[in-house]
């Protein structure tokens, strides 16, 4: 019947497409009685449900409560509580309803768990006291998807939480279902951490894999980090934080361990040039708790570099192997829309797929295994497949046992990361932190003075696209910049990700809030990670406590909350990390300011490093921009926009001092600077050589001559297209890479 009511509207309950529920309903149970013929234990949760109910008591008495729980009786809104009379009160009360429930079979009382009834009452003028106006009902519409409410780990059960609002109340019964069989649940996600098991893999008794995306969370990854739930000494996180597309949601919609040296991955996503890649953080259980051992490899990269495969008959251990590679089959897209990744490993090489076509390439690729076939095709019509359909909850141990003659192949050895530091001062840096737009929301409130023209573009682009078409636009475009600056250029990137739930729409703007510093800057010789105030009301939880740990704790000696080191005094116009420019060759800093400009945080900051201060203004009507809108220092050049300069004396005097330090000095107009150009960035490639990276925007505005002068002040050149994130936010290249030092 849930099904049934699903059907209704196949969209708003999660389906693909509208279903004929009693060919599914067919294959369904096909499905179980292939599973069965293979030598699998399988039980629906209708089955565990009624499972003893009717020759132990015990197990019919839990059965009522569960359903006692489900079902409520309410008073219609319309009818006054105080014409009551004390038998309609009864009618309405718990006593009745227990009363109700007991009469019941168990038949009855499984169809009132999985439909989550609500009557609504009022009196009645004649014939029985009470008359139903309306009956209600929150039908289990998914719950045949049984992957999803929890994940089955080395340690047990894990009891997960469903993104989607309607299938949270899945989790309750399939905890009752794993309780009365007796399975341990180690464990339970709650708000607001999301986990669902289509995002979890067990690859060994070593290694598990788990995908955050747009169904799972890293929120809910690190609570069971934390509690050491996961049972492996590695655990691969997977991020999905350049796709997050319904059609790919969960890590089993994108790839399958189809044995212990075979991985089916989709095609589009293998490479570090793919848009949609999945990059790989590996925890490493280092005596009583996890910490990051590798960040942000490619995902095709760390199957086949960073994991051991088991030895199989065809490739037994040697004492002198270093491990088996772990070979990748690429599965086209069209495959993945069939479900063809979506299929259930059985063990002992056999694969259950759903996908006639997927099946036979698999049988051509040389797959030495057993290859079934399950209809499934009305079953998918729900958006699943035979490996959504179906949770493991016992696992036996591997047989034959794992074998990783070379331990050191299969993880960095943990230590403690530190960026690359030299003793000699350095203008930019191979290493930075990027934050993924995937909750991005257009400002609000903001005085960014990009923004005057283009806050009806945002509107407009609402309008024709709606919110979730421009928000992917937007991660496109920051994926190619994280593509180029990572796969391109060289560089070594901590990504992060924000979500709806921390509240922070402007989040990947990380440059505003934070800046760091080798000890070659400050004046007691330690690394230090300063943190800055930021003055908008809604951003303030940007300042997250993991990016804070990963970054500033782990990665330096001190962290300086600045906000601590400066007068609470009212009045007088804030500025943040952004606005400060830093010639860290020469140890000066730069800001631009107006006469409403309050100091304080400048004095804090040259508290803590060894930068002298240089401070000039902007002409009234620019007053809004910040330093980084009209200045930029590379290692061999400066881009300054004079024009905006408030006092010409400054003007000659800073002028002559960019020249003196032998740097090339770029003067940009104003419209050039309303055009992102001084919004670029120079970045230290692996060869120690200088890059420049900036937006097309930029590109297409600066003349002939000053592209000549930024090409003889470094290596290369690139440009990406951020059309739409300059657009909509007011920011570029500058705002959205943070470099460390």
Aim: proline share 5%; with cysteine; glycine share 6%.
């Amino acid at each position: 019947m849930s099904q049934w009511m699903g059907s209704l509207h196949p969209n708003g309950s999660l389906y693909e497409k509208p279903v004929m529920i009693e060919r599914a309903k067919k294959e369904h149970n096909g499905f179980k009685t292939f599973l069965e013929e293979n030598g699998c234990t399988v039980y629906s949760v209708r089955e565990i449900l009624l499972k003893d109910c009717d020759k132990d008591v015990v197990a019919r008495v839990k059965l009522e409560d569960l359903a006692f729980s489900t079902i409520q009786y309410l008073l219609d809104p319309q009818q006054d509580h105080s014409e009551l009379t004390e038998k309609d009160k009864f009618l309405l009360s718990d006593e009745y309803k227990h009363d109700c429930i007991a009469k019941m079979d168990n038949e009855q009382l499984v169809d009132v768990v999985l439909s989550t009834p609500t009557i609504y009452l009022r009196k009645a003028l004649k014939n029985t006291e009470l008359l139903v106006t309306n009956y209600s009902f929150l039908p289990l519409v998914n719950l045949v998807f049984t992957r999803d409410q929890q994940i089955t780990t080395v340690r047990g059960i894990v009891m997960g939480n469903p993104t989607s609002p309607i299938r949270r109340r899945e989790v309750r019964v399939m905890r009752f279902c794993f309780e009365k069989l007796g399975f341990p649940i180690v464990g339970e996600i709650s708000p607001p951490g999301t986990l669902e098991g289509g995002d979890f893999y067990p690859w060994s008794e070593d290694l598990c894999l788990i995908g955050i995306g747009p169904r799972t969370n890293m929120h809910s990854v690190r609570y069971m980090l934390d509690n050491k739930l996961f049972g492996t000494r590695r655990v691969a996180v997977v991020k999905d934080y350049f796709d997050q597309d319904q059609q790919r949601m969960h890590l089993d919609t994108i790839m399958n361990i189809l044995g212990p040296n075979i991985v089916m991955l989709e095609e589009t996503l293998i490479g570090g040039q793919s848009l949609k890649r999945r990059l790989v953080d590996e925890y490493v259980l280092d005596g009583e708790s996890y910490v990051l051992s590798v960040h942000d490899i490619e995902l095709s990269r760390y199957l086949q570099e960073f994991v051991t495969a088991v030895p199989t008959k065809e490739h037994p251990p040697t004492n002198t192997d270093s491990g088996i590679t772990v070979s990748i089959l690429p599965v086209s897209t069209e495959m993945q829309f069939r479900y063809g990744i979506n299929g259930l490993n059985l063990g002992g090489g056999h694969m259950a797929l759903v996908d006639e076509g997927t099946a036979k390439y698999l049988a051509r690729s040389g797959y030495t295994g057993k290859i079934s076939l399950v209809p499934f095709r009305h079953m998918m019509d729900m958006y699943g497949s035979i490996h959504c359909c179906s949770q493991v909850v016992s696992r036996a141990p591997l047989n034959p046992p794992r074998f990783n003659p070379v331990q050191e192949r299969s993880s960095i050895p943990v230590q403690k990361r530190i960026v690359p530091r030299e003793q000699r001062p350095r203008q930019s840096s191979a290493v930075g932190v990027m934050l993924a737009p995937n909750s991005f929301l257009v400002p609000s409130e903001s005085d960014n003075p990009f923004l005057s023209a283009s806050v009806s573009v945002g509107s407009m682009m609402s309008k024709q696209f709606g919110p979730r078409e421009y928000r992917a636009r937007i991660v496109e475009e920051f994926s190619k910049l994280h593509r180029l600056l990572t796969t391109e250029i060289g560089m070594e990137i901590y990504l992060f990700t924000h979500e709806e739930y921390h509240e922070t729409p402007e989040a990947t703007f990380l440059r505003d809030w934070f800046s760091t510093h080798p000890p070659t800057e400050t004046h007691d010789g330690r690394g230090k990670f300063l943190i800055y105030p930021l003055y908008h009301p809604h951003r303030q939880g940007e300042k997250r406590a993991d990016i804070i740990q990963l970054i500033g704790k782990d990665l330096f000696e001190d962290v300086v909350d600045l906000e601590e080191k400066i007068e609470k005094r009212v009045g007088g116009t804030r500025f943040q990390s952004g606005d400060l420019i830093l010639d860290r060759l020469h140890n000066l800093v730069y800001l631009a300011t107006s006469p409403k400009t309050n100091l304080d945080l400048l004095k804090a900051f040259t508290d803590q490093v060894n930068f002298k201060p240089k401070i000039f203004r902007i002409k009234e009507q620019y007053s809004n921009f910040s330093t980084s809108a009209l200045l930029s220092i590379g290692t061999k050049y400066v881009i300054v926009c004079f024009e905006a300069f408030d006092d010409e004396a400054v003007v000659q005097e800073l002028r002559a001092e960019f020249k003196s330090t032998g740097r090339t000095v770029v003067e940009i107009t104003v419209d050039q600077m309303k055009h992102f150009c001084a919004q670029i960035q120079e970045v230290q490639k692996p060869n120690g050589g200088f890059a420049i990276v900036g937006s097309e925007t930029a590109f297409n505005k600066f003349t002939e001559e000053q592209m000549n002068q930024l090409r003889g002040s470094v290596e290369d050149l690139h440009h990406v297209d951020i059309s739409i994130i300059e657009k909509l936010t007011g920011r570029s290249v500058i705002a959205l890479l943070t470099q460390l030092f």
